[in-house]
Every structure is written in structure tokens, then in C-alpha cells.
């Protein structure tokens, strides 16, 4: 069983950056898969990025691929993303999600993931 916990949400301008970050409890990361997700208001949630169990993969959404990077450090339980260059079109509540068992494939669909955090909000200012 897998505790996610999101972080570093916030309000800023457009152009602005911000560092979320998901912490893990109740069993180490290493296994897992972890994507970010997110939802916007009237909107489906979506895939933000990606990384597989090692770190060394990731993968992202067109709408955000050169703007954001995910990473994993798996000595601190912990899963990041960094986000560049901010517009507000990228507000939105962000979920981090975990699974061990998700193929590349599969890493952009929501249903495929066993654990998620509560959210983090964030809000980009035009």
C-alpha cells in the first residue's frame, strides 16, 4: 500500500514557475511507475508526465513537453515536477499516481493506477 502526498502548489504569473513534488509513504517507490495528472475546471483529467520505476524514462504531454520535467529520486521516497514558463491554460489541480504494474503504454490512462495523492492546486495568472 502506497500514501502519495502532493506539494508545492501555488498561485503565479504567467511565465512563472513552480516545483511540485509527491511524496511516498508505506512502501518505496523504486517499483513503481509515477505520472502527474491533472484537471481542470469542466475538464477530464490528463496525463502531465511520466517516469518509470529506475527514473531513466520519462515521458509528457505535447501541451508541456520543454516546460515541465519530471524526475524521481527514489533515495527520498519522493517524485518532481518542475514547471517552466507557466500559462494559464496549466491551471489546474495536479495529482501525482503510482502503480507498480502499468506498461509504457498505458502510463497516460488514469484507470491504470492504483494510488493517488489528494492534489495539489495550481493557478497561473494571465
Known amino acids: 500500500q502506497v500514501q502519495l502526498e502532493e506539494s508545492g502548489g501555488g498561485s503565479v504569473p504567467a511565465g512563472g514557475s513552480l516545483r511540485l513534488s509527491c511524496k511516498a509513504s508505506?512502501?518505496?517507490?523504486?517499483?513503481?511507475?509515477m505520472s502527474w495528472f491533472r484537471r481542470a475546471p469542466g475538464s477530464e483529467r490528463e496525463f502531465v508526465a511520466g517516469?518509470?520505476?529506475?527514473?531513466?524514462?520519462?515521458y509528457y504531454a505535447n501541451s508541456v513537453k520543454g516546460r515541465f520535467t519530471i524526475s524521481k529520486d527514489n533515495a527520498k521516497n519522493t517524485m518532481y515536477l518542475q514547471m517552466n514558463n507557466l500559462n494559464p491554460e496549466d491551471t489546474a489541480v495536479y495529482f501525482c499516481?503510482?502503480?507498480?504494474?502499468?506498461?509504457?503504454?498505458?502510463?497516460?490512462?488514469?484507470?491504470?493506477?492504483?494510488?493517488w495523492g489528494q492534489g495539489t492546486q495550481v493557478t497561473v495568472a494571465s
Open positions: 517516469v518509470k520505476g529506475s527514473g531513466s524514462s520519462t
Open positions: 499516481a503510482a502503480d507498480r504494474q502499468i506498461i509504457t503504454s498505458s502510463l497516460g490512462s488514469p484507470s491504470q493506477y492504483d494510488y
Open positions: 508505506g512502501s518505496r517507490i523504486y517499483p513503481y511507475s
